[in-house]
């Protein structure tokens, strides 16, 4: 099994990208199964619904353990599925988002460190849900996704930004904890603006390509 992770900050196209990978490996003969996270309207997303309509408070007043403890539930309930699923794996969005947003609430890098090391121990460990052969990163500055937000069309969860989206300090955060990220082993990172415009999905879909040929 190849299992990859498309991810990225609010407005960044990883629905969109996760469609053309999707296609763009069906076309070469492959099989494909595909997940979102989190699922919306699933019993085991409820309390992330909850979080994101700012109901236990905002992005920074909830503690990052407790937001991943609650990302992490809804991927186990999604556990069985994922092991049983043929072919590559594709998910948009999975530990990575725990990584970068909820890492991102910690300045200190120590301790920054050890909540890592907390999530992963509870999410590969404890849950014992797969591991990502890749996680790609859709590098797009979150002035540039805040307003492709707001382009978005109606979402079951929420009539408006969530408490992420309407943070920029909170998405600056976690993009720059999603860079950190990207200096590890098992994640590559794809720019997706270029001298300050964002690229269309074809020329981003051509550089998620490259690199997941690389993996292959």
Not at 20 to 31: S, T, V
Not at 130 to 148: A, H, S
């Amino acid at each position: 099994m190849t299992f990859i992770v498309i991810d990225g900050t609010d407005g960044s196209g990883k629905a969109t990208q996760t469609g053309l990978l999707k296609k763009k490996l069906e076309e070469a003969g492959k099989k494909v199964s595909v997940f979102d996270f989190p699922r919306y309207g699933n019993p085991s997303a409820r309390l992330i619904e909850e979080y994101l309509n700012g109901e236990f408070g905002s992005a920074d007043e909830v503690n990052p353990k407790a937001a991943s403890i609650l990302y992490a539930i809804d991927r186990f309930a999604a556990k069985k599925d994922m092991q049983q699923a043929e072919g590559i794996i594709i998910c948009n969005r999975y530990v990575s988002a725990n990584q970068g947003h909820q890492a991102g609430k910690i300045a200190d890098p120590k301790k920054r460190k050890e909540f890592l090391d907390w999530l992963d121990d509870l999410e590969y460990g404890i849950f014992g849900i797969p591991r990502p052969d890749l996680n790609i990163f859709l590098d797009v500055p979150p002035e540039i996704g805040q307003t492709l937000v707001d382009k978005k069309g109606k979402r079951d969860y929420t009539d408006g930004r969530d408490i992420h989206e309407q943070d920029i300090d909170h998405l600056r955060n976690a993009y720059d904890a999603y860079h950190e990220l990207c200096k590890g082993s098992g994640w590559t990172r794809v720019e997706c603006v270029e001298d300050g415009r964002l690229l269309d999905k074809d020329s981003v879909a051509k550089r998620v390509w490259e690199k997941v040929s690389d993996l292959l």
